[in-house]
């Protein structure tokens, strides 16, 4: 499992739609940029930057919008 991806950024390259399922991000890492599934509570439009906040396993991400955070 990847637990060293909480607290990376990332953008939405695939929108969220929250409760309806997931989307997908983007996320810069040292060996390359990769892709993961990506839940959050409400729904994320694509090129968003998001904030990874836990790791669910299988390539599965919980994030929620920078923009949240201020």
Known sequence: MDSELVGK????????RGP???GEVL????TGS?????H???PI??????L???????RTVSVIPI????
């Not at 990769?34 to 990506?38: F, I, K, P, R, S």
């Not at 990874?52 to 299988?58: F, K, P, R």
């Open 9 to 16: 950024t990332g953008v939405v390259v695939h929108a969220t």
């Open 20 to 22: 309806g399922g997931p």
């Open 27 to 30: 996320v810069r890492l040292p």
């Open 34 to 38: 990769q892709t993961y599934l990506a």
């Open 40 to 42: 959050s509570d409400e």
């Open 45 to 50: 439009a694509k090129g968003t930057n998001v």
């Open 52 to 58: 990874i906040v836990a790791d669910l396993g299988g």
């Open 67 to 70: 923009s949240a955070l201020g």
